[in-house]
C-alpha cells in the first residue's frame, strides 16, 4: 500500500488543483453533457468565482450555499470559494421545502446559487441561475480579486455536508481545509487514481462520495465526468462513450449495471475499478460486476460523513476477506471499544472508533452533539470519533462492519443485526434489493425486497439460511425500491408501506 498520504504542511482544497495543473494543464479536468474544460480553464474560472464573490460582498467565513445538479461549473465553484476562504454548501437539487427551510435557517448563507422552485419560494437572500451568474463570472477571468486575495488557513472551514434529513433538526458536518484535504489524499494513497483515468460521476455533490470525486481526480490528475440525469437504460452507452476507468457507485447502481451489463458483457472494457459506498454491496452484485466487466476490481469501502472514509479494502487485494471492508486509511487508527470504554480484542464486536486526521471538526452550531460524538482521550488529548457503528478488528486489522446503531437489535434473546438477514435474503436468487425493519411497536421483525417472488417464498429461503430467531415474521415483496437523493434505499417509505400495507 502506498503509505505517501499528504504533504508536510496540511493542504488547502485550491492547492489540489493547482498542483494539478501545474503538471498537466492542458489535460480535461471536467466534462459535462455540453463539453470539457482543460485543468488550466478551471483554475482560470475559479481565480474568476472568487473575484466575483469578493465584487458581490461575500467574505471569508460567509456561507454559500449551491444547489446544481452534476454540472462542470460547481467545480470551479467549488474551487474558487476555496480561494475566497468562504464555505462551500452544497445541497441537492432535489431537496424540499420543508428541509430547504432548515438549512437555510442553520447555515445563514450570503447567497444561493441554483434556481428551483423550493429555493426561490424559501431563501430570503439572493439567490442567482447557474446561467446569468456565469456570465458574471466569466467576465471576471483575468481580473484580480477586489480587496487582494483572502488569507485562507488550513483550520479555516472549507465545506458544510448536510446530512441526508433523516432526523428532525439539520445536521451538518464541519469539513475544514486539512481535514478534507488529508482524507482526500489517504484516500487516493489506497486507490490509487492516476492520469489518463476517466471517473464517470452520477453521485450528487450534496453527497461527500460524490463531492470527493472532485478531489481524488485532481489528486490522480485524472479526468471527471459529471453525468446528469438520463435514463438509466443509457448508462452503458455513456460509460462507453466517455472511456470510463473508474466509476463511484452505490449499491442500487450496481445492481443497475449488473443488470444491464448481463444484456451486453464487455461492452465497457475501459473500466478498471467500481468503488462502492452508502450501504453493504451485496455478494451477488460483486460477482456480476465481475462478470459484466471483466478485469475491473470492485473495492469495498466503509465510512461516515464525520471522518469521510473509516477503511477501504486494498484493490489489489479485492477478491480476500469478502467480508471486510478493509483496513484504515494511512496515518489513521481504528479501535473496537466496548461498552465501558475500553479496547477489545481481535475478533470481538464493540463500537468503531475513529483516529486520525481525518477526524472532522464537529457539527455545525451543535456543540452538545459535537461533543458527544467528538470526544476528547483524556489520556493522549487526541480526539476520537464515535460512529455509533459496530463492528470488529481481524488480527491483521482488518475492520468487519457489523451494523449501525439502529440496525442492531434483539429478539427471542438473540443479538442480530439488518445487515446479516439482508445479505442472507441477497443471495436468493430472484431478489434484486432488500431492506430489514427491526422490530418495533407497531410491526414484528420485517423484511422488504425488491423482486418477483413471492412472499412466503423468500421466508422459506431465509429459514434455509438463518437461525429461527433471525427469520422476519413479515415479508412483503416490491416491484422496485424507493430511494432517497443519494441512492439509498428509503427507509421512512417503506417504513409507511409496512404500515401501511393490508
Known sequence: MNSTTHSPRPRLIHELLDDAAATNPDG???????????????????????????????????????????????????????????????????????????????SEPKLVIGAGEALRETADVPVYAIDELWKEVEAFAGRPVPGGPAEVRPEDVAVLMYTSGSTAAPKAVVGPHAQVTFAASAINAVLGYRPGDVVFCRSPMSFDYGLYQIFLSALGHAELVLAGEGSDLALLGRLQECGATVVPIVPSLGAMLTTLGRRAPGSVPTVRMFTSTGAALPASTIEGLRECFPGARVVRMYGVTECKRVTIMEPELERERPDSVGRPLPGTRVLILGD?????????????????PNVMAGYWRAPELTARVYRRDAATGETRLHTGDYGFLDEDGYLYFEGRRDDMFKRKGTRMSTIEIEAAAMDIPGVRAAAVLPPGERHDLAIIVEGDLAPHAVLRELADRLEPAKVPAICRVLPFFPLTLNGKNERKDLVRFLEEAP
Do not use: C
Open 340 to 356: 465501558d470504554g475500553s479496547p477489545l480484542p481481535a475478533g470481538e464486536t464493540g463500537e468503531i472508533v475513529v483516529v486520525g
Open 28 to 106: 480535461t479536468a471536467v466534462r459535462d453533457a455540453r463539453g470539457g474544460w482543460s485543468y488550466r480553464r478551471v483554475v482560470e474560472l475559479s481565480h474568476a468565482f472568487a473575484a466575483w464573490l469578493a465584487a458581490t460582498g461575500v467574505e471569508p467565513g460567509d456561507r454559500i450555499i449551491v444547489q446544481l445538479p452534476n454540472l462542470r461549473e460547481t467545480v470551479p465553484i467549488l474551487y474558487g470559494a476555496s480561494r475566497h476562504g468562504v464555505v462551500f454548501v452544497p445541497l441537492n437539487p432535489g431537496m424540499k421545502a420543508y428541509h430547504l427551510r432548515s438549512v437555510l435557517a442553520d
